[in-house]
């Protein structure tokens, strides 16, 4: 009797956690993926319910990063190794709408729209600036000199008036003015900054060491250390949830995700995901805090509950996935 009740125990544990899985999946509700694919210079776009590639589209060569308008009517791809370019996406056919070649830029890499929905920022490491496109004319309308060496990822402040990028061969974090296009200071890091995330709620640079696996928080103002942590391999990026309470860091070395209190500033534990995934590209659910996660040596995005550290979904994707977005529909 008492192995029966336990058999009925394991039974009903499976088919709760069966259960569980699919009203956690059925959250994220109808929309589309679309993530660059490194090896194939090309952008999947994925649908979220059927699990499939509805359309691939090209881009420049070696692209890396992929983000959005709020408007949800452009993507951008910045192709970085050898392609020097941008490639604009209009979704809502989706469609490639124009490349705009950056010879004066090259090595585009970190991006992010403005909330004018029609201008982009962008990284461009071997030119040492950061630099500002309309996507809807194709113009590159600004040039900010970092005199830094690999400016690499970037982020922006509430209210767009300052920009804060990273500078993997110069340890540095460029302080940009976006209103007077000039370089305000440049902040001293650990060894090989890249990730980094702007922390709105609280005024913070979250940003990652490479050479010394680190992840540390910084008031920009006073470059006051407030937080750090140790132990990654690589942390390749940095997410907040929606309510900016918990920060995902992706470490592509170990092949785990860390998740931390932003609030209080204590690490909150761990998701360990498949061997060898090479976790990269992250990017949040614009509704619900789940996140997708593109596992780029595994060609496949994952999402992830992120108040019960869960994968809870996986999506296809071309080769060497990275950048990504999420689609409404």
Same mark, same amino acid.
């Given at each position: 009797?008492?192995?029966?009740?336990?058999?009925?125990?394991?039974?009903?544990?499976?088919?709760?956690?069966?259960?569980?899985?699919?009203?956690?999946?059925?959250?994220?509700?109808?929309?589309?993926?679309?993530?660059? +694919?490194?090896?194939?210079? #090309? $952008? !999947? %776009?994925? *649908?979220?319910?059927?699990?499939?590639?509805? &359309?691939?589209?090209? @881009?420049?060569?070696?692209?890396?990063?992929?983000?959005?308008?709020?408007?949800?009517?452009?993507?951008?791809?910045?192709?970085?190794?050898?392609?020097?370019?941008?490639?604009?996406?209009?979704?809502?056919?989706?469609?490639?709408?124009?490349?705009?070649?950056?010879?004066?830029?090259?090595?585009?890499?970190?991006?992010?729209?403005?909330?004018?929905?029609?201008?982009?920022?962008?990284?461009?490491?071997?030119?040492?600036?950061?630099?500002?496109?309309?996507?809807?004319?194709?113009?590159?309308?600004?040039?900010?000199?970092?005199?830094?060496?690999?400016?690499?990822?970037?982020?922006?402040?509430?209210?767009?008036?300052?920009?804060?990028?990273? +500078?993997?061969?110069?340890? #540095? $974090? !460029? %302080?940009? *003015?976006?209103?007077?296009?000039?370089?305000? &200071?440049?902040?001293? @890091?650990?060894?090989?900054?890249?990730?980094?995330?702007?922390?709105?709620?609280?005024?913070?640079?979250?940003?990652?060491?490479?050479?010394?696996?680190?992840?540390?928080?910084?008031?920009?103002?006073?470059?006051?250390?407030?937080?750090?942590?140790?132990?990654?391999?690589?942390?390749?990026?940095?997410?907040?949830?929606?309510?900016?309470?918990?920060?995902?860091?992706?470490?592509?070395?170990?092949?785990?995700?860390?998740?931390?209190?932003?609030?209080?500033?204590?690490?909150?534990?761990?998701?360990?995901?498949?061997?060898?995934?090479?976790?990269?590209?992250?990017?949040?659910?614009?509704?619900?805090?789940?996140?997708?996660?593109?596992?780029?040596?595994?060609?496949?995005?994952?999402?992830?509950?992120?108040?019960?550290?869960?994968?809870?979904?996986?999506?296809?994707?071309? @080769?060497?996935?990275?950048?990504?977005?999420?689609?409404?529909?």
């Amino acid at each position: 009797m008492k192995r029966f009740s336990f058999v009925l125990f394991i039974f009903v544990a499976v088919i709760s956690m069966a259960n569980g899985a699919q009203v956690e999946e059925s959250r994220l509700s109808k929309g589309l993926l679309a993530v660059v +694919n490194k090896s194939d210079n #090309s $952008i !999947s %776009v994925i *649908d979220i319910n059927d699990k499939r590639i509805i &359309k691939t589209l090209p @881009t420049g060569k070696g692209p890396h990063e992929l983000v959005m308008s709020n408007n949800q009517k452009w993507a951008v791809s910045t192709n970085f190794v050898g392609g020097d370019s941008l490639t604009v996406f209009n979704l809502r056919e989706p469609e490639v709408e124009r490349t705009i070649p950056l010879e004066a830029l090259k090595g585009p890499h970190g991006a992010a729209f403005l909330t004018d929905n029609k201008h982009v920022i962008f990284t461009s490491g071997k030119a040492k600036h950061l630099g500002i496109v309309n996507v809807e004319t194709g113009a590159l309308e600004t040039k900010i000199k970092t005199a830094q060496d690999t400016t690499h990822m970037v982020a922006l402040n509430k209210d767009e008036s300052r920009a804060f990028a990273t +500078n993997i061969r110069s340890d #540095s $974090i !460029s %302080v940009l *003015d976006l209103q007077n296009q000039s370089r305000v &200071k440049n902040i001293a @890091t650990f060894s090989m900054p890249e990730a980094i995330g702007y922390r709105a709620s609280a005024h913070e640079i979250w940003y990652g060491a490479n050479k010394e696996g680190r992840l540390v928080v910084i008031n920009p103002d006073s470059e006051q250390e407030i937080a750090q942590w140790q132990g990654f391999g690589f942390p390749y990026r940095v997410l907040f949830n929606h309510d900016e309470s918990v920060a995902m860091v992706p470490d592509f070395h170990n092949h785990y995700i860390r998740f931390f209190d932003a609030n209080n500033k204590k690490e909150l534990g761990t998701l360990a995901l498949e061997e060898g995934a090479g976790p990269q590209g992250i990017t949040l659910h614009p509704k619900h805090d789940i996140a997708f996660l593109s596992l780029n040596l595994k060609n496949k995005i994952v999402a992830i509950d992120i108040h019960t550290r869960v994968v809870i979904a996986e999506f296809p994707t071309g @080769t060497n996935p990275d950048g990504v977005i999420f689609i409404s529909r």
